[in-house]
């Protein structure tokens, strides 16, 4: 099942593509996981502007919830093709999951996708959920995007959320790891012309080394406990543990999990044992974030 997939994920996306094209091939990705798993609601709601879904299991505590920003390279993503990896987070964590949808590049370049991260979490901030109750979660830009959230919410003072979960996130858009050359035989998703072509798109005429485009830059100081899933066979492998070394280095607690044989994001395929690992996972981590909550207080 594990080869099977690997190469229609290659057969799907491996090979240079404009964005038009990413993004029909990620309409046909959808269909696969847009399913909502057992116990789950969907609820349209409007954020300021910015359409987002709650996705919540029926067992949820409703006071606490995980702001989870979709991947797809700041230039495509649909919340349709998250909705399976997000009830599924509901289910393992016991908390509601929000998903907005962010403004995309080109039309709207950095910084309108942080913009509309941030008016999120004020949102959630604003309408009583408490930011020791909220999660910020992504994956691959999304994962970007989630450190670069926390960085500007740090920044400006803000109460900070109770932890990070990142999803082989794309950290670094000057592409300086290692693993872009060390990986490329063995990466089934991320074609390097079109990693250039989404960064380009994304940046316009910003700095890469912004660390709000590339948190692996970012100092990141009393941030929260976060964990990063990632695979061996990933170019962004590196993108994660440059992370990891960053945090680790101002005292951050961090848990790097690196998983054998994986490909980038595969937590959003069904049916995997390795899906399965990733979510159990993420569940313990953060229930036992909320354990040291209850210790603590």
Sequence with gaps: QKIIFRKLVKRMFYKPMTLDELRAQG???????AKLPKDIALEPTEIDGIYAEWLTHAEANPEKVILYLHGGGYVAGTLSGYRLLCGSLSQVSGMRVLMPKYRLAPDYP?????????????????????????????????????????????????????????LSPWTDLTFSGETHKTNADKEVMLHPDNLRLWAESYLAFADPRTPHISP????????????????????????????????????????????????????????????????????????SLAAQKRTAS
């Design 216 to 287: 692996a830059f970012a100092e990141m100081k009393k941030f929260p406990p976060m964990l990063i899933q990632v695979g061996t066979d990933e170019v962004f492998l590196d993108d994660a543990r440059m992370v990891a070394e960053r945090a680790e280095a101002t005292g951050v607690d961090v848990t790097l999990s690196v998983y054998e044989g994986m490909w980038h994001v595969w937590q959003t395929i069904g049916g995997l044992r390795e899906t399965a690992r990733s979510l159990e996972e993420i569940g313990v981590f953060l229930h």
């Design 27 to 33: 309409e046909k990705a959808n269909k696969m996981m």
């Design 110 to 166: 950095f910084p309108a996708a942080l913009e509309d991260a941030l008016s999120t979490y004020t949102w959630l901030l604003k309408n009583g959920f408490s930011a020791e109750n909220i999660i910020i979660a992504g994956d691959s830009a999304g994962g970007g995007l989630t450190l670069a959230t926390t960085l500007a919410i740090r920044d400006e003072g803000r109460a900070l959320p109770a932890g990070l979960v990142l």
